[in-house]
């Protein structure tokens, strides 16, 4: 298996502009995790899926952020409008059980200028 | 709510010496405890987890923790490190039964030197 994907590895962006971030699980987990990581606030989780439905968005920071999982293959974390406080490695885990290990991407490196 | 706290922020360690990662817990109710492991550069990497049973769990490239529930510690340790295990490596608590919410520790640098 190929692992968790996550894409672009690497986004730079102005301030206000709209980012988009993807991931796909591993084929046949469940549960996916969205997940942000700084130096100030370590790593977070922002929000968690369990057969496509989100049960926990209470570490989205604002409105600005959406997460959607519209199959189980895919799912999005989208910022909109973006802010120079978002800049962050953000990643995305899935697992296959509630028990079981989480097993995180490669992560994606957001810089908001 | 759960919360972790490593203590050390930076462990610097010679290569072949043992190290000690520590990891405190707060939870008022029982717990799941894992740790992992962050190479540079890479997503986190499982070691180790508790579940149940024994206190003592060992997990890969020559990891153990042990669950000590009265002093509410999880911390990780190797007899003998190499280079290769200087990483950053996460505590993480998730509460028995409720969300699989996992609240991670802010990371503990390990560096080894030769």
């Known amino acids: 298996d190929a692992g968790v994907i996550q894409s672009p590895r690497h986004e730079v962006t102005e301030m206000g502009q709209e980012v988009t971030l993807r991931c796909k699980p591993i084929?046949?987990?469940?549960?996916l995790f969205w997940y942000r990581q700084t130096m100030m606030r370590g790593l977070e989780l922002l929000i968690y899926?369990?057969?496509?439905?989100?049960?926990?968005d209470s570490g989205m920071p604002e409105d600005r952020f959406s997460a959607k999982m519209p199959n189980a293959s895919f799912s999005t974390l989208k910022i909109q409008p973006s802010e120079p406080r978002d800049s962050a490695v953000y990643f995305c885990?899935?697992?296959?059980?509630?028990?079981?290990?989480?097993?995180f991407g490669p992560g994606t490196r957001l810089t908001v200028t | 709510a759960q919360s972790v706290t490593q203590l050390d922020s930076q462990v610097p360690v010679f290569e072949e010496a043992p190290v000690e990662l520590r990891c405190n817990y707060s939870s008022s109710v029982s717990v799941y405890l894992f740790w992992y492991v962050q190479y540079p550069n890479q997503g986190l990497q499982l070691l180790l987890k508790y579940l149940s049973g024994s206190t003592l769990v060992k997990g890969i490239n020559g990891f153990e923790a042990e669950f000590n529930k009265s002093q509410t510690s999880f911390h990780l340790r190797k007899p003998s490190v190499h280079i290769s295990d200087t990483a950053e490596y996460f505590c993480a608590v998730r509460v028995q039964g409720g969300s699989e919410k996992l609240v991670f520790g802010k990371g503990t640098k390990l560096t080894v030197n030769p």
């Open positions: 899926f369990n057969n496509n439905v989100p049960i926990d």
């Open positions: 084929s046949g987990h469940d549960y």
């Open positions: 885990a899935s697992s296959p059980d509630s028990l079981y290990e989480q097993y």
